[in-house]
């Protein structure tokens, strides 16, 4: 059950790291961050690890975006 939460976390987190992947849109990745870390720490205490990974992978495209853009665009 608490991969399922995970994954539905980690969806909606991918849900505003896409659009943010938009020049002058880099902030929503900050909004993004503090979803992606609850998905991530839900997932670490699920059974399975599914849900974890894919929020680990939501986390790394919104940090290469936010190191490439300097942090906020």
């Known amino acids: 059950m608490l ?3 995970s994954i539905l976390i980690g969806l909606l ?3 505003i790291v896409i659009p943010a992947q938009i ?3 880099g902030w929503a990745n900050w909004i993004a961050l503090p979803f992606v870390a609850v998905g991530i720490i839900i997932g670490q205490i699920s ?3 599914g849900g974890r990974n894919f929020c680990l992978v939501v ?3 919104a940090a ?3 190191m490439l853009g300097g942090g906020v665009f």
């Open 13 to 15: 987190s991918l849900v």
């Open 3 to 5: 991969n399922i939460i």
């Open 47 to 49: 059974s399975s690890n």
């Open 23 to 25: 020049p002058l849109l």
């Open 59 to 61: 986390l790394l495209i």
């Open 64 to 66: 290469v975006r936010l």
